[in-house]
């Protein structure tokens, strides 16, 4: 069967599980991503080839479906994918250490394989790193209520190792001019940059955040409002969920000043003031140097940004005065 047949109709980790199947089911290509993808699991660089693989998606066994099964000569690997959900109950991990005692289900899916010839038994997470570490945490309660253990000491006694193989891992090891390889890393970080990490989580829970966020805003429109009475030709307000604030025009230049979402990280400012080589109509490179003077840096989004830092919000009004009046004469 085709991996599009394979995919046709599958939630988001299902399709990554295919497509990690497909990478790794053939001889032939792939070469250099099996090399790397084993390596987590043997620590040597094998291909499928070389440990003779063979593969299958979704298997059910009594314990459970894991979503991935690679058999070898001497070697099981159980693999589960998690991608935009966590585990499907807390004890999934340690019900599928029972699948390598599932001989007869292994021999209805491998029935060209001897399992009796097994000595190594791997169970991997692909998963999150936050998914794994809050897995491994979960596990570990249930281990050390019913075994006195933690989770993978448990595993160590079923002859069982665990692998962690973290979706952030495992996208480096991806050949971005391979076509699929380079479609699978974009499907995957979409995923990866929708996860909260646990310190965002309790910044969004904090419930200073928005009435500060609500202050910043109230702080630009104030100074639009100033603008106004100074004399200066301030535009209209636009707003989005990714930015709020307004144009400034001068003589011979048009700048933007505002909240600007996306541009927050990289600027470590949440407020810029923007410019345009197109917004300059005069004296062009004359006013580029004095934007430099005035400490504009090349932004590749922006093209020209200066950053209003928040520990400073208390002078923006004054500053933005001082540069907006430096730049008209």
């Not at 979503?67 to 001497?74: M, P, R, T, W």
Request: glycine letters at 4%.
């Amino acid at each position: 069967m085709s991996l599009f047949q394979n995919t046709s109709g599958r939630s988001g980790e299902d399709i990554a599980t295919e497509i990690i199947a497909h990478l790794l089911s053939s001889w032939e290509e792939y070469i250099p991503f099996q090399r790397l993808f084993y390596y987590r699991i043997f620590k040597k660089p094998l291909s499928s080839a070389q440990i003779k693989a063979q593969i299958t998606t979704q298997p059910s066994f009594e314990k459970g479906r894991p979503d991935l099964v690679i058999l070898s000569a001497e070697d099981l690997i159980v693999i589960e994918t998690k991608l935009g959900s966590y585990l499907s109950g807390d004890d999934q991990l340690i019900r599928y250490c029972d699948v390598f005692e599932e001989k007869k289900i292994l021999e209805k899916w491998f029935s060209f394989v001897d399992i009796s010839s097994i000595k190594n038994h791997y169970l991997g997470l692909l998963a999150p790193s936050k998914t794994i570490e809050l897995s491994i945490k979960k596990s570990s309660i249930l281990c050390r209520q019913n075994h006195s253990k933690e989770f993978e000491d448990w595993c160590v006694d079923k002859n069982v190792q665990f692998i962690p193989l973290p979706w952030e891992e495992i996208v480096l090891d991806i050949d971005m001019n391979d076509t699929l390889q380079k479609e699978l890393s974009l499907f995957i970080s979409t995923f990866l940059n929708q996860e909260l990490m646990e310190e965002e989580m309790e910044i969004l829970e904090n419930n200073l955040v928005p009435k500060a966020i609500t202050k910043m805003i109230n702080v630009v429109y104030d100074i639009r409002e100033y603008l106004l009475s100074e004399g200066f030709k301030a535009g209209r307000i636009g707003q989005s969920y990714q930015y709020y604030g307004f144009t400034i025009t001068l003589s011979g230049i048009e700048l933007w000043f505002g909240y600007s979402l996306t541009t927050w990280a990289d600027l470590k400012a949440p407020v810029i003031l923007q410019a345009k080589k197109e917004w300059i109509h005069k004296s062009k490179s004359e006013l580029l140097q004095n934007l430099n003077d005035l400490g504009f840096t090349k932004n590749e989004d922006l093209e020209l940004a200066l950053p209003f830092h928040i520990e400073k919000i208390d002078r923006w009004k004054n500053d933005i005065i001082e540069l907006l009046n430096s730049l008209n004469h």
